[in-house]
C-alpha cells in the first residue's frame, strides 16, 4: 500500500527557512507525480508545488515560487524536499504531501490518489 509521510514541519520566525521531507513507502510506480498541499482551518486545500520523477518537472503556486523548492533526493527515490525559505506568516499551515502515477502532473489535489497525514508548519510575526 502506498502511503506517504511527512515530517519536518515545525515553528519559524517570519523570514526564516523549514526544510520538510516526504517518503513515499509502498510505491512501485517508476513514472509518478509527487506534491505538496497546504490547508489552514476553515479554508480549502491549495497546491504548493509539484514535481514528476521521470523528468524532474516542477510546478509551483505564484505565491511560493521563488521562496520554496521542492526536490527528489538523489539517493532516495521514494523521498522528497519541500525546501521553504522567506517565509510568512501567511505560510501557516498543514502542510500535505500527496502521490500518484501518470504521464504528467497537476497541481490540483483530486488528480492525486495518496495521501500523507500532514505536518504543521507555524510562522511567527
Known amino acids: 500500500q502506498v502511503q506517504p509521510v511527512e515530517s519536518g514541519g515545525g515553528s519559524v520566525q517570519a523570514g526564516g527557512s523549514l526544510k520538510l521531507s516526504c517518503v513515499v513507502n509502498?510505491?512501485?510506480?517508476?513514472?509518478?507525480?509527487m506534491g505538496w498541499f497546504r490547508q489552514t482551518p476553515g479554508k480549502k486545500r491549495e497546491a504548493v508545488a509539484s514535481?514528476?520523477?521521470?523528468?524532474?518537472?516542477?510546478?509551483y503556486d505564484i505565491s511560493v515560487e521563488g521562496r520554496f523548492t521542492i526536490s527528489q533526493e538523489d539517493n532516495a527515490k521514494n523521498t522528497f524536499s519541500l525546501q521553504m525559505s522567506s517565509l510568512k506568516v501567511e505560510d501557516t499551515a498543514m502542510y500535505f504531501c500527496?502521490?500518484?502515477?501518470?504521464?504528467?502532473?497537476?497541481?490540483?489535489?483530486?488528480?492525486?490518489?495518496?495521501w500523507g497525514q500532514g505536518t504543521q508548519v507555524t510562522v511567527s510575526a
Open positions: 500527496a502521490a500518484t502515477p501518470g504521464d504528467i502532473c497537476y497541481v490540483v489535489d483530486s488528480f492525486y490518489s495518496y
Open positions: 509502498g510505491i512501485t510506480f517508476t513514472r509518478y507525480c
Open positions: 514535481i514528476y520523477t521521470a523528468d524532474g518537472t516542477t510546478k
